[in-house]
């Protein structure tokens, strides 16, 4: 069984759609982050930078619990755990790591600052709005160009692309308009239309 510490942002459907991909039972204790939950002592005891999504895996081969903060860990330690959606050829697993990574320093932070700016600063600053806006554009289109005759990032389904899929969800709020990148478009329906997927997404924050 693995806890799962979890809110509903692009970074913790990460790993519930992992947890459901891989097939590995797990209970979820939501993190209000609303409410300033990823600041109680209980949880900065498994996640120090008091950032959701964290698991703590009661399965391991030392038979001693094990706790995990930061998505991309998680999905590479559920990876080398089950065997499955990271490859064990190393050429493979690079390319899985790189686009990972992309998103993790990328497609993730930049976006972020987009929402922020956009959508939730008290005030607005045209500059700042026009920077994460443009630089959007761009990693999408830097996807855009990745998927050209692929339906995922690295060739096969992996851990890349559930990184990369929750921060598509919210693309409007990006002012973006899927029909300008036809096949991240094509990628989001794809991966939006798996079950496991569709269960993650299901799970319900309140």
């Known amino acids: 069984m693995i806890d799962l510490y979890y809110w509903g942002t692009p970074n913790g459907k990460k790993i519930s759609i992992a947890l459901e991909e891989l097939g590995l039972a797990y209970q979820v204790h939501l993190i209000n982050i609303l409410k300033n939950d990823q600041f109680s002592p209980e949880f900065l005891a498994i996640s120090?930078?008091?950032?959701?999504?964290a698991i703590v895996d009661h399965?391991?081969?030392d038979g001693q619990p094990l706790a995990i903060f930061e998505s991309g860990a998680i999905l590479q330690y559920l990876g080398r755990k089950t065997g499955k959606l990271y490859p064990q050829d190393e050429r493979q697993r690079v390319l899985v790591d790189q686009w990972l990574m992309w998103q993790m320093g990328g497609f993730g932070p930049m976006l972020g600052q987009n929402h922020h700016f956009s959508r939730f600063a008290p005030e607005r600053i045209p500059y700042a709005t026009q920077r994460y806006q443009d630089?959007?554009?761009r990693l999408y289109g830097v996807l855009d160009h990745q998927l050209v005759d692929k339906d995922y990032v690295a060739g096969e389904y992996s851990i890349a692309d559930i990184a990369i899929f929750p921060w598509i969800i919210s693309h409007e709020w990006q002012?973006?308009?899927l029909n300008d990148f036809p096949n991240v478009k094509a990628y989001f329906e794809r991966i939006q239309a798996r079950p496991a997927v569709q269960r993650a997404l299901a799970i319900e924050v309140s």
Request: no cysteine.
């Open 48 to 53: 120090p930078n008091n950032k959701i999504p």
């Open 59 to 61: 399965d391991t081969a």
């Open 135 to 137: 630089e959007t554009k």
């Open 175 to 177: 002012n973006i308009d």
